[in-house]
Every structure is written in structure tokens, then in C-alpha cells.
């Protein structure tokens, strides 16, 4: 029920931005979650839909931003961002520290693969 697309090449240092289309349902909670290759799929950010609660993962602190809507800024983008990012969502309003649980969410986005390489 979701759909996940923005991604694409881009350099190092350059900015992406992701959107996660919900088929005109609403959710109270979004977030990313990330996996590269040969590795488990990881947190990214997570918001509640008031705004109220936003997490992200250390390694994006700063440079990712996630919106209410579910779409996801990233900004500085390094090698290591390389990755296929999954948009997700929940019915609940989730809380901060059940955030990054990936089961914690009820709907999931097919992917969009993001590489960023010079």
C-alpha cells in the first residue's frame, strides 16, 4: 500500500530527496529503513504524523531530515548511504523508542534503490 520513489546516482556530497506515496490513506506514524548489499536492513528515521516525535539513526543525524508526509531529504550523501531504502508505516502512534522496531510496522513500500558513487 505504499509506494517509495526519488532514488537514483547521485555524487558524494550531493542531496536526494524520497517520497512515500500511501494510495490516499493517512497514517500516525512514518519512517525509512535502509539495506545494503550483503548487510540486514536498518533504521533510518522515523516520525510521528503530528510531528510531535522524530528519531534518526546516528550515522544520519544531521543530514537526513523526514517530513510528516513521509518524505525523506538527504543531504551530504556519503558512499555508505548506498543503499535500497523502504518507506514504512503504521496505524499507531508509535513512541519514541519503538520508532526504529521495524516491527513495529504494519505497511511497507517496495524500495527505492539509492547509490551514491563518483
Known amino acids: 500500500q505504499l509506494q517509495a520513489s526519488g532514488g537514483g546516482l547521485v555524487q558524494p556530497g550531493g542531496s536526494l530527496r524520497l517520497s512515500c506515496a500511501g494510495s490516499?490513506?493517512?497514517?500516525?506514524?512514518y519512517a525509512w529503513f535502509r539495506q545494503a548489499p550483503g548487510k540486514e536492513r536498518e533504521f533510518v528515521a522515523g516520525?510521528?504524523?503530528s510531528g510531535s516525535t522524530t528519531r534518526y539513526a546516528d550515522s544520519v543525524r544531521g543530514r537526513f531530515t523526514i517530513s510528516k508526509n513521509n518524505d525523506l531529504q538527504m543531504n551530504s550523501l556519503k558512499p555508505e548511504d548506498t543503499a535500497v531504502y523502504y518507506c514504512a508505516a503504521s496505524s499507531r502512534s508509535l513512541i519514541w523508542s519503538t520508532l526504529a522496531s521495524e516491527n513495529a510496522y504494519d505497511y511497507w513500500g517496495q524500495g527505492t534503490l539509492v547509490t551514491v558513487s563518483s
Open positions: 490516499g490513506r493517512t497514517f500516525s506514524t
Open positions: 516520525i510521528r504524523a
